[in-house]
């Protein structure tokens, strides 16, 4: 049988994400056309990347200025930029709100509202024996309840981690977008096998992809909100000693909270157990409590060495969820892989046949 050919009707906000799809494949008759999606993801994801407010700014304008200006530039230089006036504009806006969330402008950080640190009166740590005056210093907080309103607060450009910090956020962001993008993907392919009714597809490609795709990247991402939402303790100034090193009890209560990398690296390699110490160096391993726990509340008013480290039934349980959602994911192997080419198969020679209509066709167009 010869498929009919495709006809995707486009206009000058669809023209630019039309002819990225079909540079990776051009969707065939009557099959979901992803532009719609990829109008929205690629210039976010654009400003994901090029998130910054005064780049983001100068070409949000510019995209504006060839939209607003369009009918006055046909016959001028800038006519062939005109194509893709709209998608220019897009790109610019969401650069210009990643930079907000970023706080950079130019590569600098802003003070748009009132910071939550005291600049001014910045403090050394650990407390100063050098008449010099050089060590390490930190910027006390104003209030334990304060939030700066929109984005990372200013006060992290002053920070020597500024870099470790924001790349932290932009990996973090870059991945739960890149897993929502990718889940959008088979999505679209399961409605496809619905509307086709190839229901092979939809159990053995579709289903068990998604079920391998969210079992270990989606949990991986709903760890990542577990640790963004992971209550902090900023109240406990108490300076304790756990591996030899002065720091503040409320500091290294926060430090307990879940390391993503080492669940999915455990996951694998240890069979979802629990570290007992740190990898190399013989020593007692700062543990994580689980995120979905009220071990941390139960922390408030007790001495340190009275909660830490957290018992095991306080942590097992996002190490136990690991362990079976990567036992899942290891079941779907074989399932898209094995039982589609060997259940599934087409009778007799699938090409032989169309080979033959297609010359039946050329005989009756002769006669």
């Known amino acids: 049988m010869i498929e009919p050919p495709t006809f995707n009707k486009i206009t000058d906000l669809t023209w630019v994400s039309q002819m990225i799809v079909d540079t990776y494949g051009i969707p065939s008759y009557q099959e979901a056309n992803p532009t719609p999606v990829s109008i929205v993801t690629f210039p976010f994801m654009f400003g994901m990347m090029f998130g910054d407010m005064g780049h983001g700014s100068i070409l949000a304008f510019f995209g504006l200025f060839l939209v607003m200006a ?11 930029l005109l194509k893709v006036r709209y998608f220019l504009l897009l790109m610019g806006c969401s650069s210009l709100y990643c930079g907000f969330m970023y706080n950079e402008f130019f590569a600098m950080p802003t003070q748009i509202f009132s910071s939550c640190y005291e600049v001014e009166d910045k403090k050394m740590w650990p407390p100063a024996t050098d008449p010099t005056g050089k060590g390490n210093y930190y910027y006390p907080r104003k209030d334990f309840g304060c939030n700066y309103p929109l984005g990372v607060d200013p006060v992290w450009g002053l920070a020597t981690t500024k870099l470790t910090f924001s790349n932290g956020i932009k990996m973090k962001l870059s991945v739960i977008m890149g897993i929502v993008h990718m889940t959008i993907g088979v999505i679209i392919k399961g409605t496809n096998a619905i509307f086709r009714k190839d229901y092979p597809t939809l159990i053995f490609e579709v289903i068990t992809g998604l079920v391998m795709l969210l079992g270990l990247f989606g949990w991986m991402d709903l760890l990542i909100y577990g640790k963004w939402f992971f209550p902090l303790d ?11 090193v002065s720091e503040y009890e409320g500091d290294l209560v926060n430090r307990l909270t879940p390391s993503v990398i080492n669940i999915m690296i455990t996951s694998v390699f240890s069979g979802g157990s629990v570290p007992t110490q740190a990898q190399g160096t013989g020593k007692p391993y700062l543990a994580q409590y689980a995120f979905l726990v009220s071990g941390v509340a139960d922390m408030k008013g007790k001495p340190f060495n009275e909660v830490y480290p957290p018992s095991v039934d306080q942590q097992n349980s996002m190490y136990n969820i690991s362990m079976v959602l990567l036992v899942f994911a290891i079941i779907c192997v074989p399932l898209m892989l094995l039982v589609k080419p060997l259940c599934c198969r087409p009778k007799g020679d699938h090409h032989a046949n169309e080979e033959i209509e297609f010359a039946n066709i050329q005989v009756a167009e002769a006669d």
């Open 70 to 80: 369009a009918p006055q530039l046909q016959k001028t230089a800038l006519k062939d």
């Open 234 to 244: 900023f109240s406990s100034r108490n300076i304790t000693q756990v591996t030899g």
